[in-house]
């Protein structure tokens, strides 16, 4: 066995409440784990030994927060943010493949002497702020259709892809999307409609990339998808 098995020491505080009698819900927890050992993917100066690597010490903590309240008979307000903080807190020299690959085999030495001390640096993909926020309306129409209308915004902060931060291809930025959906449950049907614009403000955005630890070091990005304009039609039997 070429790596060690991952540990983690964690605590976690929670607090659940109802407030104005019922009307709204807060959840918060906060939480804290240590890491020992933690395993990624990790280039050698030998290139053909690559592979699972252990990190010895990392850190990660963070506050989640959930709010559900009912700001009237018809509105829902919804909530859930997350506030998070991760870095390798041990020394560790790595070899960032990116970097390494101009050099091959017979040129080990060379491999060698581009390894970094990653402490400090942040743990692959930890955001450090993420939010989802939406508005929810209910009626029933004159006709007796349900009608749910939800304006729901979406944020994603930026993060590194890799624990080797390379600010060429690890940083991915954040985006924010602005999501509108309109329903129509016809009343003593089985028919209903959703109407639904998706990313509304057309917002350029990485989800995540990836990058090759054991060939040619090329990354690929996943980018959000972009404004979606969409209808569907659903039958309940």
């Not at 085999?105 to 060698?112: F, K, M, P, Q, S």
């Not at 006709?143 to 590194?160: A, M, N, P």
């Not at 930025?173 to 614009?197: E, H, P, Q, R």
């Not at 070091?217 to 039997?237: D, F, K, V, W």
Request: charged share 25%; aromatic share 12%.
């Amino acid at each position: 066995r070429t790596f060690e098995a991952e540990a983690v020491d964690s605590m976690e505080f929670g607090l659940k409440t109802d407030l104005y009698d019922g009307r709204a819900r807060a959840n918060v927890a906060i939480f804290s784990y240590d890491y020992e050992n933690l395993q990624f993917q990790a280039t050698d100066p030998d290139p053909y030994r690559g592979g699972v690597a252990n990190i010895p010490k990392s850190e990660m903590s963070g506050v989640e927060v959930e709010f559900t309240g009912l700001v009237s008979d018809e509105l829902t307000f919804d909530m859930n943010l997350a506030f998070l903080d991760s870095e390798v807190a041990s020394d560790y020299e790595a070899l960032d493949n990116v970097t390494a690959y101009q050099y091959f085999w017979g040129e080990e030495d060379l491999r060698l002497g581009l390894r970094t001390n990653i402490k400090g640096n942040e743990l692959a993909k930890t955001p450090e702020f993420t939010a989802d926020v939406s508005l929810k309306y209910e009626t029933v129409m004159s006709s007796g259709t349900l009608f749910t209308g939800i304006l729901q915004y979406v944020k994603r902060g930026e993060f590194q892809q890799r624990v080797n931060n390379n600010p060429l291809v690890d940083a991915i930025d954040a985006y924010d999307i602005l999501n509108i959906t309109a329903s129509f449950d016809f009343v003593g049907d089985k028919w209903g409609l959703d109407l639904m614009i998706l990313n509304a403000s057309d917002e350029d955005g990485v989800n995540s990339s990836m990058t090759d630890v054991f060939g040619v070091a090329g990354t690929g990005i996943e980018l959000i998808p972009p404004r979606q304009i969409m209808a569907r039609l659903s039958m309940n039997y």
